[in-house]
């Protein structure tokens, strides 16, 4: 082996990569916004947890304790609410996931001697963030706790564990991960194959000059386009209905919601995914290119959609970034029809940001692939 023949093969590639300047920006840019988003993303300790609180006493123990449980940040109180219904329907909304009724009388049974249990109903569709959830609530009255016991003490008086905390957990009280992972697995075998797939397909045809002789037929661009992204579209479909029956015959994930309605959600992404695929392929030259391409939209997807890491323990302006990823509004919808069982009423919202999305998406994809014929 002659070291300069060497030299002079690597050389060429540098030349190569030179050429290629969207390739090289992507090679230098990604790492670093990979770290970056990694590094903030990863928190599981969750802070600004929604929580509506059910006050049937309104005395001055409850209020202290609706105080306690909004120090450090790790509860925001979103709502009062007058009856138990209404606490659910907004854990069900996701307004709150966190809900907590404090019983009438609280003052006076606690002079009285006597224990009392407040209940916290939390939703445990994702066991981690139940946890980390029973957790700030189990500190927070235990702080107050202290305080109450401190005060009888000094008064010389004995007293018992003023407060007691009963947990309900809600959707997934087992904690089953698979149940939470499920969802986000279908979300992410969607991305991969609409976009990497659809980018790669027609990049290939563009690198084989195919895509010029198929246009000099009398195929019209539309139908190139719709019988290129057709295949991809039921591999789509056939690959998630294969891993929902997987999910509930070998991990009993829960189907709760209408079956429909989870198949127009996935139509939806998978439409609008299709569409991004063909944008990257209509801005990519070689499909080098496409895959680092299709990777600056699908590795954001994962790490800011709520996927693996839950949102409340990202940064505010991250958790702002996440309104922009399409997969968090797939899975707030998915979650929701599997988990829940809730339907359109309350899944309106991640519904229509999925349709803006996917119309949004079908335009750019239109208008890129004409300029790209022209």
Known sequence: MRWSRVRAVAKKEMLELRRDPILLRVIV???VAMLLLFGYAVNFNLKHIPIAVWDRADDRIAQTLVRELGKDGKFDLVARVNDEAELKRLIDRQTARVGLEIPPRLVEQVRAG???RLRALVDSSDPTFAFQAQVGLQKA????????IAARML???AQPLPLELETELLYNPEGNTAAFMVPGIVGIILTQIAVILTGLAIVREKETRMLESLIATPVRPGELVIGKVLPYLVIAFADTLLVLWVGYVVFAVPMRGSLALLLLLIFLFVLGS???GIVVSARARTQIQAIFGTLVYYLPS???????????????????VTYLIPLRYFLEAARGVMLRGVGLDVLYAPFAALVVFTALMLVLATLSFRKRLL
């Open 29 to 31: 840019i990604l790492p």
């Open 114 to 116: 006597r224990g009392v």
């Open 141 to 148: 009255v235990g702080r107050l706790n202290a305080r109450l």
């Open 155 to 157: 008064a010389g008086e």
């Open 274 to 276: 299709l569409a991004v």
């Open 302 to 320: 994962i790490f800011l959609s709520g996927l693996f890491f839950p949102i409340e323990g990202m940064p505010r302006v991250l958790q702002a």
